[in-house]
């Protein structure tokens, strides 16, 4: 069973740092992996989508990368600011049948 | 702009009523979804299709029913709203390009 572990669980940074955001999963199967960023009592929105035969994908100030064989996936985010602050999901999908397997996320927050 | 919508985002309603949720998407995308949230907890899956008049029960068990008479479609029901059914649902759908998620609707039940 596909389990997804994010560390840290929460994180509160003054504004303007570099951020690493961990993603481990146990099975390296995996389809497609996307992350989300999710503010509170809102939807999902996708920030990164890396497919399997892919290694990283850059979007701005977020860079995402993925490495199947040990289970892994990081989130990098440059400079951060107030507006950044969320809760960060890193999904892995399983096989063609896109089923999604959710974590607790990241919880940031950036101080101005 | 393609977008995937939901209504209503805020939905408060007493015990014992009939409620339907609506979700549609101007993607085309044949998968669709409907996630349970509770707050500060994770997403769990609660229906799915995979195209017109194919739907799936997830990995929660619900009591609401759904429907995907149309592709762009795919509204959830509750026959019969009770407390425990107070929760946040969120529709998505997706083709290889990824997911995409609705605002979401805010189901209070009382």
């Known amino acids: 069973k596909q389990e997804v572990t994010q560390i840290p669980a929460a994180l509160s940074v003054p504004e303007g740092e570099n951020l690493v955001l961990n993603c481990s999963f146990t099975d390296s199967a995996i389809y497609n992996l996307q992350w989300f960023r999710q503010d509170p009592g809102k939807g999902l929105t996708s920030l990164l989508l890396?497919?399997?035969?892919?290694r990283e994908q850059t979007s701005g100030r977020l860079n995402a990368s993925l490495d199947k064989s040990s289970g892994r996936s990081t989130l990098y985010i440059a400079a951060s600011q107030p507006g950044d602050s969320a809760t960060y999901l890193c999904v892995p999908w399983m096989d063609s049948s896109y089923k999604l397997i959710f974590g607790s996320g990241t919880r940031l927050l950036v101080r101005p | 702009e393609a977008d995937i919508y939901q209504t209503p985002r805020y939905l408060v309603i007493g015990t014992g009523k009939k409620i339907t949720l609506e979700c549609s998407q101007t993607m085309g995308h044949d998968k669709m979804y409907w996630y349970q949230q509770d707050p500060g907890m994770e997403l769990h899956l609660i229906h799915y299709?995979?195209?017109?008049?194919?739907?799936e029960k997830g990995d929660l068990s619900s009591e609401s029913t759904v429907s995907r008479i149309r592709t762009e479609h795919f509204p959830l029901t509750l026959e019969s709203a009770r407390p425990s059914h107070t929760s946040q649902y969120l529709c998505?759908?997706?083709?290889?390009?990824?997911?995409?998620f609705g605002s979401g609707t805010r189901l209070t039940v009382v």
């Open positions: 890396i497919q399997s035969s892919q």
């Open positions: 299709s995979y195209g017109v008049n194919s739907t």
């Open positions: 998505a759908s997706s083709d290889l390009s990824g997911y995409t």
